[in-house]
């Protein structure tokens, strides 16, 4: 996807995730989190649940593999569960073209199947260069 | 939690297997976090972490200041200030800057950081997180 085509208000919704075991226990190995808070517990992780709202934004709107993550806000709402469904929403709020390179701020929404926010995410990226 | 309190660092290192991994779970795949001949004509020269992923031990060490409540209500806002490399080591720190009561509990604010061990800033930003009345 060009860049210049992700325009301020576009929005991709209703992905889909399951938050089961294999996917939240493969999250807690991956990032090392020693915390113990997740052990014996349906928990979920925050920025697991952020992860997929990222995982969101990147396939939906197709960056270049050269995007750099700038910035990042993350507000939580309520728990997440292992076993929960969650769906995912994704708005652009900015597009626009720097002297550094093309910046894109994302907002994404996850919410559990009652349409609760669990966590709402701003990510802003910057794509190195002009385009075209 | 008073202001001024000091929150416990963690001390992460960063491995290609570690990034690796987090790329299967996390689904993001993007060659400069895992093809070095990819990696090295990016900006930055060779392969790096994931954002997402270093943003996770500021995250576990809140999880560990705070508990269910860092669950429940905790916000986080940072600049990624330079890449990470596999084989780094790093540390996260943060400091209690500000107490409010609210209906309800205390929302605690706080600065937050992760730096490599030689000292570069890698992340920097606020947290905040509701202790809610008992």
Known sequence: ?132 | MHEGQVLPELRKSVTQDQISRYARVSGDANPIHLDPKLAARSSFGRIVAHGMLVLAFLSEMLTQAFGQSWLESGRLKVRFRAPVYPGEELVTSGRVTRVVTEEGGERIQCLVECRKVEGREVITGEASVVIADR
């Not at chain 1, 989190?33 to 709107?61: I, M, W």
């Open chain 1, 1 to 132: 996807m060009k860049n210049s085509s992700i325009i301020a208000g576009q929005e991709l919704g209703g992905v889909q995730f399951n938050l089961d075991t294999p996917l939240v226990e493969g999250y807690i190995a991956a990032v090392d989190d020693q915390s113990g808070l997740y052990q014996g517990t349906d928990l979920v992780p925050p920025t697991a649940v952020a992860a997929l709202g990222v995982r969101t934004l990147l396939e939906g709107f197709a960056l270049p593999p050269g995007a750099v993550h700038v910035a990042q806000e993350l507000a939580s709402h309520r728990i997440a569960t292992r076993g929960q469904q969650v769906f995912c929403r994704v708005r652009v709020a900015q597009s626009s073209q720097r002297r550094e390179g093309w910046f894109l701020v994302l907002e994404f929404t996850v919410a559990n199947d009652q349409g609760q926010p669990i966590l709402e995410g701003r990510t802003t990226l910057m794509v190195p260069g002009k385009e075209g």
